[in-house]
T-cell receptor
Framework: TQLLEQSPQFLSIQEGENLTVYCNSSSVFSSLQWYRQEPGEGPVLLVT?????EVKKLKRLTFQFGDARKDSSLHITAAQPGDTGLYLC???????????FGTGTRLKVLA | DTGVSQDPRHKITKRGQNVTFRCDPI?????LYWYRQTLGQGPEFLTY????????KSRLLSDRFSAERPKGSFSTLEIQRTEQGDSAMYLC???????????FGPGTRLTVT
């Protein structure tokens, strides 16, 4: 069974703090995506990473794809209450169209 | 707004009834995915279309589930003889990028009583 493990599952921090969310698998991905989802809505795509070792920045968010393309991290600098939500990673394995989603990290940023 | 719409947004049905959901991606989306998401979990892959061809289907999908994309534009997901365990959010996503980026609709929340 292909699994994508995310950690931590829950995170509650104060505004202005930094945080990192991890996404790990035992298998190699063709590509990996990060999403943010708010209650009652569909996930919103944040970034796609494709190349091992790739780093992408989106304002205060930094995404890294592991060298071996088995893991990824999302780092948020100076978190704001608007960052609150469910963060999901999703990967697709070579030779398949099937996306596997992680279990998610529920982030709450307190003002 | 991703441009992907789903209808209805909410559906309440009694056990044993059939339900059908519709997804309308934007015209550029040659890829279309269906997912199911239960509370506290990430989306679970159900099926994938490239244009009108259904190229992959989850083994988790029972024979009660069927999906179509007849003209490579909108898609429908039908659940026959619904069970309480089918209660979930059903999400549709479209995409056209070579790396499979997905743009999700708002979902259809199904409640089976």
């Amino acid at each position: 069974t292909q699994l994508l493990e995310q950690s931590p599952q829950f995170l509650s921090i104060q505004e202005g703090e930094n945080l990192t969310v991890y996404c790990n698998s035992s298998s190699v991905f063709s590509s990996l995506q990060w999403y943010r989802q708010e209650p009652g809505e569909g996930p919103v795509l944040l970034v796609t990473v494709v190349t091992g070792g790739e780093v992408k920045k989106l304002k205060r968010l930094t995404f890294q794809f592991g060298d071996a393309r088995k893991d990824s991290s999302l780092h948020i600098t100076a978190a704001q209450p608007g960052d609150t939500g469910l963060y999901l990673c999703a990967g697709v394995y070579p030779g398949t169209y099937k996306y596997i989603f992680g279990t998610g990290t529920r982030l709450k940023v307190l003002a | 707004d991703t441009g992907v719409s789903q209808d209805p947004r909410h559906k309440i049905t009694k056990r044993g009834q059939n339900v059908t959901f519709r997804c309308d991606p934007i015209s550029e989306h040659n890829r279309l995915y269906w997912y199911r998401q239960t509370l506290g979990q990430g989306p679970e892959f159900l099926t994938y279309f490239q244009n009108e061809a259904q190229l992959e289907k989850s083994r988790l999908l029972s024979d009660r589930f069927s999906a179509e994309r007849p003209k490579g534009s909108f898609s429908t997901l039908e659940i026959q003889r619904t069970e309480q365990g089918d209660s979930a959010m059903y999400l549709c996503a479209g995409g056209s990028d070579a790396w499979g980026e997905q743009y999700f609709g708002p979902g259809t929340r199904l409640t089976v009583t």
